[in-house]
Nanobody
Framework: QVQLVESGGGLVQAGGSLRLSCAAS??????MGWYRQAPGKQRELVADITRGGTPTYADSVKGRFTISRDNAKNTVYLQMNSLKPEDTAVYFC???????????WGQGTQVTVSS
């Protein structure tokens, strides 16, 4: 089981930026990423990244968000620029250890973007 500790959420005005961090412990991590869930909506994948550094983004955040990771620290980051009110959600860090088929989840961190 992977233990995940998230940080970096907060309140920001539209057009601003935030950087989320997530440190994983307990296993050697394969894929890592970020989901988000807004009120009344399904949880959706925002971005993920392979251990080799290949990222994937939801269309809604392409060009604005950047995912990266530091394998030595088992940490994944989400740099969020040009934030929009529709980005408001609880953001969850996810990670998958080698040898398992499902993600472990962080507790979530609130991101609120005001207009």
């Amino acid at each position: 089981q992977v233990q995940l500790v998230e940080s970096g959420g907060g309140l920001v005005q539209a057009g601003g930026s935030l950087r989320l961090s997530c440190a994983a412990s307990g296993s050697i991590i394969n894929a890592m990423g970020w989901y988000r869930q807004a009120p009344g909506k399904q949880r959706e994948l925002v971005a993920d990244i392979t251990r080799g550094g290949t990222p994937t983004y939801a269309d809604s955040v392409k060009g604005r968000f950047t995912i990266s990771r530091d394998n030595a620290k088992n940490t994944v980051y989400l740099q969020m620029n040009s934030l929009k009110p529709e980005d408001t959600a609880v953001y969850f860090c996810v990670a998958k250890a080698y040898g398992v088929s499902v993600f472990d989840w962080g507790q979530g961190t609130q991101v609120t973007v005001s207009s």
